[in-house]
């Protein structure tokens, strides 16, 4: 608490002490004004002077993200709290407005700095583009958590290529604090070839490390050697059983199968199951697609001037990329288009409300953040901790207030 309070002297009483002396020192009007702003200054709320954050998903500026710290813009939660809640932006009635981490009600609150989160990119994908993680569109669109995950997607992929043509669509989050696309196609000779696009014009390597090609290489043939014949005969087993549910011998098999193909999952997992990066990524490519990489196109397409719009870039490159790709556009035509896709922040607010308007008219997304819904509580958790802060905060700007008020009457500023 002293440490505390030392800090509070030291960034605020002082100056404060300092500017209202200098004020009946009779320094004049003109500068007794500016002493008055400086003081203004000096009460702004802490959420005043944050950069973005992501509501839940920190966003730590590193090699991947591109961000130079202290560019974003200014805080989220600030302007979340300050916007008129109850008016009419034009996009629904009050229900549509309440202070929840979703893209569409912090559009409605027109804070426009909100971060993209996973659930998100996904109904807006559903929603907007009419992508699906089903096999039943022509784009086979995922969100992949992990390393283990992408590479299954992709090995689906390679699979369902046998008898249908289709566009792998996945919007990818590095490091957590950064999405970006990757696009995959396969021509009728069953060569696969990869676009990746980050908004920031960030690159793939050349090159990957030696481990991380042979992590995903052992993983797959720990997939296809034990973890696909072992769940086959797990099937097998309970199958027997039903037909045979006093038969102690085939649950004692059933049981060992069992247990073998749960190790041979956490030996897979200790391979594969690690956050995504750009080297895991061309890994992947190479490794489960068998990808060259003059087959991967990654080009330095710098779009992004803030750091708060990624999913929006994120989503828009892979709906552009995929129309281009069905038109049978060329990899140099793509990056052309791309390249002329740097919208000004007014577009990018356009674009928000446009997906705020249409999850607003989507029955799925509505009954996933009304109540029992999977996505209420997740919602519902972030707004204590908010709240916490601004108890805190308003505690803190109480505070100095009454020093402000104290020094005042202590230099016969006071009525």
Request: aromatic share 6%; hydrophobic share 30%; with cysteine.
């Amino acid at each position: 608490m002293g440490i505390v309070l030392t800090a509070t002297y030291k960034m605020i009483i002082e100056p404060l002490f300092y500017l209202v002396k200098d004020y009946v020192d009779g320094k004049g009007v003109s500068e007794g004004k500016e002493s008055d702003a400086k003081i203004d200054e000096l009460l702004k709320s802490p959420k005043q002077e944050q950069a973005v954050n992501n509501q839940g998903n920190p966003k730590t500026p590193d090699g991947d993200s591109g961000i130079v710290p202290g560019s974003e813009p200014a805080s989220s939660n600030n302007s979340r709290r300050n916007s008129n809640a109850s008016g009419d932006s034009g996009l629904g009635g009050k229900e549509f407005h309440e202070d929840l981490q979703t893209l569409m009600h912090q559009t409605n609150r027109e804070n426009y700095y909100y971060w993209l989160q996973e659930h998100d990119i996904s109904h807006i994908a559903r929603a907007v583009y009419n992508y699906s993680e089903n096999s039943s569109g022509n784009v086979l669109f995922c969100i992949p958590g992990d390393v283990s995950t992408l590479n299954s997607k992709l090995k689906e992929y390679k699979i369902e290529q046998g008898n249908t043509k289709k566009i792998f669509a996945s919007i990818i989050n590095l490091g957590g604090n950064h999405w970006v696309t990757l696009i995959v196609t396969c021509n009728g000779n069953r060569q696969f070839r990869a676009y990746y696009c980050d908004s920031f014009g960030n690159k793939l390597p050349n090159e990957v490390e030696g481990k991380v090609k042979d992590d995903i290489s052992l993983a797959n043939e720990i997939a296809e050697k034990c973890l696909l014949p072992l769940s086959n005969e797990v099937g097998s087993l309970i199958r027997e059983r039903e037909n045979n549910p006093d038969n102690a011998s085939l649950k004692e098999k059933k049981d060992d199968v069992e247990k073998t193909l749960g190790h041979a999952r956490e030996d897979r997992n200790k391979l594969v199951s690690k956050p995504i990066d750009t080297s895991y990524i061309v890994g992947i490519l190479q490794e489960t697609l068998e990808i060259g990489n003059d087959s991967i196109k990654s080009p330095a397409v710098d779009q992004q001037k803030d750091g708060c719009n990624c999913g929006v870039f994120a989503l828009e490159n892979a709906h552009r990329i995929t129309e281009m790709l069905n038109e049978d556009k060329s990899f140099d035509e793509i990056d052309r288009e791309l390249s002329k896709h740097k919208p000004r922040p007014g577009q990018l607010h356009e674009k928000r409300r446009e997906f705020a308007k249409a999850l607003m008219e989507d029955e799925e997304w509505k009954e996933s953040i009304a109540e029992g819904g999977i996505l209420h509580d997740t919602i519902q958790q972030l707004i204590p901790e908010d709240s916490k802060k601004e108890e805190a905060e308003s505690t803190t700007s109480s505070i100095i207030q009454n020093v402000v008020t104290t020094c005042a009457k202590y230099l016969g500023l006071s009525n």
